[in-house]
Structures are given as structure tokens and as C-alpha cells.
């Protein structure tokens, strides 16, 4: 099962000169919790962007660059977006943490969205698509205040597959 994982503001913004704008510790520890042990799809700009190699996680980075090697066992390199989709049938699940166009392209695909719904409005460069909620059934809904900043933890399973 493919599921996708992202911090989305109310303009739809997931970050700016690809860094995440927002540092909010739950998100990050409930990014963990649900990515530990898994399999993380994204990027060659979500993967640079990473301050290391994520532990206990294999990591996928997609990219165009023929020549774009890391010599890391937990990480894959593919050069084709329709190299993921065989884990749509997966019996495990598999995570999209980004980028922009990752998101884009693979959200059509993702049975479950783990969203953390920042109520904000920052300006910035990359964003997370539009989708009608209509098509998903909300599984949780958990609201959250720290430091200013109010968020909620969402999780949507898509009703029709």
C-alpha cells in the first residue's frame, strides 16, 4: 500500500527553498513513529534535503540524473515515477514524504494521507496539490497547539481504490 505523509499550511505551502518552514517537535515525532521500520519514497531534492539518512528506514530517491549515486544500502535510486507504483499492491506499506511533483504525481496512487494541517498562511515555494476530501474517509482528527502554532494530526484512507 502506497500512503504519502506531509505538513501542509492553509495555503496549501509544504515549504520554502526546500527546507520546511515550520519546526513543530509532534509532527516530527509523529513523522517517526509512522515512518520507523518502513519505506520512504521521494525526491532527489526531499533526499539532499534530509540532515542524514533517515535510521531504520530504506529510503527511495527518484531522479532523473543517471549518474545521481549514493553508496548507502538503505538507500535506491530510480530514474522513473512508475517504478513506485509497484507498491500500490504492496501488502506493507510505503511512504511519499515529497517533494512537490512527487506529491503531485503520486497522490492519485496513495491509499492513507497522514497530514498535519498547519493553520497558517506562509508564503512559499513548493506545494501540496489539491485534492477533494470528499474522496476520503477521515480516520483521525487530533487537534494540537504548541508554541503559537496550531496544527492538527489528519489521517484520510481514500474510499474508492
Known sequence: MISLIAAVNK??????NNKLIWHIPEDLKRFKKITLGKTIIMGRKTFESLPKILPDRKHIVIT???????????????HNIKDILKYKNYPEEVFIIGGEKIYSQMLPCCSRLYLTE?????????HF???NR???????????????IEYNFLT???KFQ
Not at 64 to 78: A, C
Not at 118 to 126: L, P, T, V, W
Open 11 to 16: 495555503n496549501c505551502v509544504i515549504g520554502k
Open 64 to 78: 532523473k540524473n543517471k549518474n545521481y549515486l549514493i553508496s548507502d544500502n538503505s538507500v535506491t535510486i530510480v
Open 118 to 126: 498547519i493553520m497558517s498562511f506562509e508564503d512559499g515555494d513548493a
Open 129 to 131: 496539490p489539491e485534492f
Open 134 to 148: 470528499e474522496d476520503y474517509t477521515m480516520l483521525e482528527y487530533e487537534k494540537h497547539y504548541d508554541k503559537n
Open 156 to 158: 484520510f484512507e481514500k
